[in-house]
């Protein structure tokens, strides 16, 4: 059985860090992986993905230059580490996978990733 487990949100103050996990279980290749968020009271939007070597990355241009997301295949651990934080990136925080590399733009319906995890959530004061 997949399973996505995040950790590492929390509260900090604008310009600070922030690095989450998200230990995957059930499933070891073939699937990319997502970082997915949703601001209070909007949509879900596509932060990152990475393809399942790890070579491949993805941003969206409004993280691009501040977040980074890698994974270390040994522990089947994805991360997501995120500096420069703005207040516009409070958020709670979702990883998914996905055999499939979906179409990066705002419109395309980011709930229909096969697998998530419960969510972290990201909370940055100006």
């Known amino acids: 059985q997949v399973q996505l487990v995040e950790s590492g949100g929390g509260s900090v103050q604008a310009g600070g860090s922030l690095r989450l996990s998200c230990k995957a279980s059930?499933?070891?290749?073939?699937?990319?992986m997502y970082w997915v968020r949703q601001a209070p009271g909007k949509g879900l939007e596509w932060v990152s993905v990475?393809?399942?070597?790890?070579?491949?990355?993805y941003y969206a241009d409004s993280v691009k230059g501040r977040f980074t997301i890698s994974k270390d295949i040994a522990k089947n651990t994805l991360y997501l580490q995120m500096n420069s934080l703005k207040p516009e990136d409070t958020a709670m925080y979702y990883c998914a996978a996905d055999r499939f590399l979906r179409a990066l733009r705002n419109d395309t319906s980011w709930q229909d990733l096969r697998y998530w995890g419960q969510g972290t959530q990201v909370t940055v004061s100006a």
């Open positions: 059930g499933f070891t290749f073939g699937y990319w």
């Open positions: 990475i393809d399942s070597g790890g070579s491949t990355t």
